[in-house]
């Protein structure tokens, strides 16, 4: 358990403020951080009490929240226990009694520009245009039917989007749905796609003439990963034989979300003496989709799963010699590289939503291609 002491400020001659820091190890509970904090048995069942009547779930507590206690003259006068950036509870005493509430973090959705040009990589591109890193990843899915973002993504790409910041006090605590997006590369050409609702209460992202940026397959079952070994024969490094290598395997940390590249039904979840923990996903058109050596598995056999539905998480199982995904795909049996497949796109807009679209479109492409608007600091 972590602690921080801090002396703050002597009022008088017996009123002093002290600050406590503490936060939730695993296998700890609130009334252990409570006591460990030096609270007394009455104390702790006012503060817990408190909690409660905000509707604080005990059993919801976990390792890394944070407490912070404030003591005047000896005896608690404030906790705040905090969860998240946007979750927070909040316990003062009032005379002989303590009163709890649920925290509200001040915040607003505002619409920006996010401008990028990659020199390394789309991630290092984000920071050096002073963006959160995780602006990558939100990007990534806008155009994860047509970019491979370690493949096809090279020095001097650009990319501009309008998107929702979520901000407080002047700072980007997350980002939301991006409204409109262009991308401009030497090995994809120019990219351009806009964020649409559907009569249905759907949104997806259309191209300019409304033809749907979705296609059935994405190009990737990860967001980031660079191939490490490609389709076709290869030396096993544990077997010690040259054989058919029937897939792509992408290099990337244990743990690291895989999604299903299309719509489909899962028929294999389960260990595989070679591929370890795998997952086989069986989808239109007579193919099938296969993912190997995972860490974990989130998905059962018979299960529907939808496009970018996680299905478990790479790992090094089975005859792996390192964290890795290896990832193959058949059509009608026969094993194909996944690399060199070209799917249809999804359906396009109906000619009664033109119109709508191309409106709604044509006033965020002027944002699109206008100025920075006022960025806030990450």
């Not at 005896?75 to 927070?88: K, N, V």
């Not at 005493?93 to 401008?115: C, H, I, M, P």
């Not at 709508?356 to 944002?367: C, I, P």
Request: net charge positive; with cysteine.
């Amino acid at each position: 358990m972590i602690a921080i002491l801090v002396s703050a400020c002597v009022l008088g001659a017996t009123d002093v403020t002290v600050v406590k820091n503490r936060r939730l190890e695993p296998n700890d509970n609130v009334a252990k951080v409570l006591y460990a904090a030096g609270l007394d048995e009455p104390t702790v069942d006012a503060v817990q009490g408190a909690l409660r009547a905000t509707g604080f779930d005990f059993k919801k507590a976990r390792a890394g929240d944070q407490l912070r206690f404030v003591f005047r003259d000896q005896q608690l006068d404030a906790l705040d226990y905090r969860r998240s950036i946007f979750t927070e509870w909040q316990v003062r005493r009032e005379g002989d009694r303590y009163l709890g509430k649920k925290g509200q973090l001040e915040k607003e959705t505002q619409l920006a520009v996010v401008e990028l040009t990659v020199d390394t990589s789309v991630w290092d591109a984000a920071k050096a245009a002073g963006e959160k890193p995780e602006i990558a990843v939100t990007l990534s899915d806008v155009f994860a039917w047509d970019i491979d973002f370690y493949r096809d993504v090279q020095k001097g790409d650009r990319m501009r989007a309008v998107v929702e910041k979520v901000v407080s006090k002047g700072r980007v605590l997350e980002y939301g749905n991006v409204l409109a997006a262009s991308y401009v590369g030497s090995t994809v050409g120019k990219k351009k796609s806009f964020r649409y609702r559907l009569p249905d209460g759907s949104e997806t992202y259309f191209l300019e003439d409304g033809t749907s940026a979705r296609k059935t397959f994405l190009k990737t079952p990860l967001k980031f990963a660079h191939v490490t070994s490609g389709f076709g024969s290869r030396f096993h490094p544990i077997l010690k034989y040259v054989g058919a290598h029937n897939g792509v395997d992408y290099g990337t940390p244990t743990g690291t979300p895989v999604w299903s590249v299309a719509d489909g039904t899962v028929v294999r979840a389960g260990w595989d003496k070679g591929g370890g923990n795998m997952v086989c996903v069986r989808h239109v058109m007579s193919l099938e989709t296969c993912y190997l050596h995972l860490s974990k598995v989130e998905v059962k056999e018979g299960q529907r799963v939808q496009q970018k539905a996680v299905i478990g998480e790479s790992g090094s199982t089975g005859l792996s010699t390192g964290p890795h995904l290896h990832f193959a795909m058949k059509r009608g049996g026969m094993f194909v590289n996944p690399l060199n497949q070209n799917f249809p796109r999804a359906d396009p807009l109906p000619k009664t939503l033109i119109g709508d679209f191309r409106e709604k479109a044509d006033a965020l492409d002027v944002q699109l291609e206008a100025k920075s608007l006022a960025r806030a600091e990450p």
